[in-house]
């Protein structure tokens, strides 16, 4: 198994376990200690940086999900889970407009892509509801 398929598989499990359970796990170290062995094999692919990226997103340190997701885009500005990962990491940042952005570059890149199209629609919803409550306070 490589090394991308191994660390997707892990957060595919990561993904699945409650948030509170995520932050220091061992799970998520192993994830980030693959991407780390993916960029020293290749540190012009972005695949080790998408998965640093993707295990910081789940521990929700936006600053590190930023930096990987940026390292990234630099290597593969054409790839659309580059931009996804760079629009997970802002709106974990809370800045809706770069996330939105950087999922319709990520739709535009690959317009099958499902993921950043629920992504997209996901921020949104709850732009309206936070709109909605603003509106009713």
Known sequence: MTHLMLADVLVKQ?????????KGSQLLADVDRHGAEMIRLDPESADGYLVRSRASILAE???RASAWAH?????????????????????????????????????????????????????????????????SS
């Not at 990561?14 to 995520?22: Q, V």
């Not at 999922?103 to 892509?113: C, I, M």
Request: glycine content about 6%.
């Open 14 to 22: 990561a993904r699945g376990m409650p948030r509170r359970s995520l």
């Open 61 to 63: 340190d936006s600053n």
């Open 71 to 135: 390292e990234a885009v630099k290597r593969e500005p054409d790839n659309p889970a580059t931009h996804q990962a760079l629009g997970m990491s802002a709106q974990l940042q809370g800045d809706t407009t770069v996330a939105a952005d950087h999922y319709v570059a990520a739709g535009k890149l690959d317009p099958r892509n499902s993921r950043s199209t629920e992504l997209l629609k996901g921020l949104r919803k709850r732009a309206r509801r936070s709109e909605s409550s603003w509106r």
